[in-house]
């Protein structure tokens, strides 16, 4: 099983986590433009070259402004969507689709946005369904009924698009239990296969502001969960979280 981390804030600090890293690994780097993340991956294989054998693959994670909605949805404010898809249009580099809704960023664009809604949702559904490589960082369903409405407002998608979903259930925030667990990663492997992936977490606080740190009990039950239904991959959020003692009950499970 691949281990892998989101890093929201890449800079050095929480970038030299990656020297603890001697399993295989994929990251997901989060930056505000393409030409900002090559950036920021050129420096990653130049100073932490014993590690690079390890990371698989750098993948880009698209953030916008908290005015702009920071996240993606059909209710992302319409000029900055049409601005990130337009410089990732053509091109061959993997990214992770963030879809979450702007209820933190910016409550108002609910009601800025509600005219390009389905605009919204037309220009997002083609870029996800063409793109090459799309990871997507999913909300946690709970109940299945809720897939529709989130198929709707663009913060999910089908398995006719190609893409591997990454389903957040981050244990620290909200521990939803063995049995919603075991019931989303099956449901998810029914669908997507060995594309399917769980998002763990928190290692570390994130753009919200409370996250906290999961315990490591918490973090070996879902593990285990993985281990069980033999996913190929988890993400962990994130990588300036990690310490020595992740790290030690992480390489129970990596390949």
């Not at 804030?9 to 990251?27: A, E, H, Q, R, V």
């Not at 108002?108 to 605009?119: A, D, H, I």
């Not at 049995?179 to 989303?184: A, T, V």
């Not at 070996?220 to 994130?238: G, M, N, S, T, Y």
Request: net charge positive; with cysteine; glycine share 4%.
């Amino acid at each position: 099983m691949i281990i892998s981390f989101y890093e929201e804030f890449p800079k050095k600090s929480n970038l030299d986590k990656i020297k603890l890293i001697n399993f295989p690994t994929k990251l997901y780097i989060a930056a505000s433009t393409l030409n900002e993340f090559q950036k920021i991956k050129k420096k990653i294989i130049k100073d932490y070259p014993q590690q690079k054998k390890h990371i698989k693959e750098i993948v880009y994670w698209p953030v916008l402004t908290k005015k702009e909605g920071y996240w993606f949805s059909a209710f992302t404010q319409r000029k900055a969507l049409k601005r990130t898809i337009k410089e990732l249009k053509g091109k061959d580099v993997p990214i992770m689709w963030d879809a979450e809704l702007p209820t933190h960023p910016n409550f108002l664009l609910y009601f800025t946005q509600f005219l390009n809604f389905l605009s919204n949702r037309r220009l997002i559904n083609k870029f996800i369904k063409s793109h090459k490589k799309v990871y997507v960082a999913e909300y946690f369903f709970v109940n299945n009924w809720m897939s529709p409405l989130f198929r709707l407002l663009c913060l999910n998608f089908p398995p006719s698009y190609n893409i591997s979903p990454m389903r957040m259930a981050y244990s620290s925030l909200h521990d939803f239990g063995n049995y919603l667990m075991e019931k989303e990663i099956t449901k998810g492997k029914e669908e997507f296969g060995d594309k399917f992936i769980m998002g763990y977490g928190t290692l570390a606080v994130g753009i919200l502001g409370w996250e906290k740190p999961m315990s490591l009990e918490l973090l070996k039950r879902d593990f285990d969960l993985a281990q069980k239904h033999k996913l190929k991959e988890v993400a962990l959020f994130r990588l300036g979280g990690l310490n020595k003692d992740y790290i030690k009950l992480i390489k129970n499970y990596t390949n």
